[in-house]
Nanobody, 111 residues
């Protein structure tokens, strides 16, 4: 199982980023997928979940209305569209397919 995140970077408050997670080594379309994040000095926290078919999505209250999780099962790829970014969104973002984690991608929101 391999999960590789990309798309992180430095963005100003109010800006947008789209994270991707390329999956391989398992039947991606059969798995519930999740995004988590870990800010400096804090525990890893759940951000969003998407069902295997993409029809059901759930979000942490802190990102609801600003972030959108999606997936392309034909491309074995998970996405996280992040809009209206805030400094408190600064963290390493990880994709998760039980029990595997990606290596993470850094998102920094700062002026």
């Amino acid at each position: 199982v391999q999960l590789v995140e990309s798309g992180g970077g430095l963005v100003q408050p109010g800006g947008s980023l789209r994270l991707s997670c390329a999956a391989s080594g398992f039947t991606f379309s059969s798995y519930v997928m999740r995004w988590y994040r870990q800010a400096p000095g804090k525990e890893r926290e759940w951000v969003a979940t998407i069902s295997s078919g993409g029809g059901s999505k759930n979000y942490a209250d802190s990102v609801k209305g600003r972030f959108t999780i999606s997936r392309d099962n034909a491309k074995n790829t998970l996405y996280l569209q992040m809009n209206s970014l805030k400094p408190e969104d600064t963290a390493v973002y990880y994709c998760y397919a039980n029990p595997a984690w990606g290596q993470g991608t850094q998102v920094t929101v700062s002026s």
